[in-house]
């Protein structure tokens, strides 16, 4: 299981994920669909960790994966 606990991210000023709590189970099919710019692939980096070292970038909350 993953799960995304009030994930939260900002880019300086710019809110652009807030408060996400989401869980997905093993087994889970899951599907991300929106118009573009609306943070599919902003949420999708909170896994991978890639924004890590981007500067004015912040993330709060926890993902956890098999708790």
Do not use: A, D, Q, Y
């Given at each position: 299981m993953i799960q995304f606990i009030n994930v939260s991210k900002a880019y300086k000023q710019h809110n652009v994920l807030e408060n996400i709590n989401l869980?997905?189970?093993?087994?889970?099919l899951?599907?991300?669909?929106?118009?573009?710019?609306?943070?599919?692939?902003?949420?999708?980096?909170?896994?991978?960790?890639?924004n890590d070292l981007v500067e004015g970038c912040s993330i709060t909350g926890d993902v956890k994966l098999d708790g």
């Open positions: 869980s997905i189970n093993e087994g889970e899951v599907v991300l669909i929106g118009p573009s710019g609306c943070g599919k692939s902003t949420f999708l980096k909170c896994l991978n960790r890639m």
